[in-house]
């Protein structure tokens, strides 16, 4: 199973950004998708994740600003995020997930400057 993530950059605070995740070699409708951003120097930390029941769960901190969405038929998970604030600075990371299998993207960096 590979995880292609990408769309982070640079950009100023208040702009836009759109993170794609691509998945292959999977079943990509019978998992859970996510993102989680890791800060220089702090843990990694849930963004927003869409499960299985279609429900979406977000970090408070990004509720309002970031929109989660998956096309099953692409295989491909997105993360909408607009607003952007310069504590969203990070790198971003995908994860496939059920009560079997368990995968993590590649990391894609987003900076955004003040």
């Known amino acids: 199973v590979q995880l292609q993530a990408s769309g982070g950059g640079l950009v100023q605070a208040g702009g836009s950004l759109r993170l794609s995740c691509a998945a292959s070699?999977?079943?990509?409708?019978?998992?859970?998708v996510g993102w989680y951003r890791q800060a220089l120097g702090k843990q990694r930390e849930l963004v927003a994740m869409?499960?299985?029941?279609?429900?979406?769960d977000y970090a408070d901190s990004v509720k309002g600003r970031f929109t989660i969405s998956r096309d099953n038929g692409r295989k491909t998970m997105y993360l909408q995020m607009n607003s952007l604030k310069p504590e969203d600075t990070a790198v971003y990371y995908c994860?496939?997930?059920?009560?079997?299998?368990?995968?993590w993207g590649q990391g894609t960096e987003v900076t955004v400057s003040s």
């Open positions: 994860r496939l997930k059920n009560r079997a299998y368990d995968y």
């Open positions: 070699s999977v079943t990509f409708s019978s998992y859970a």
């Open positions: 869409f499960n299985m029941d279609r429900s979406t």
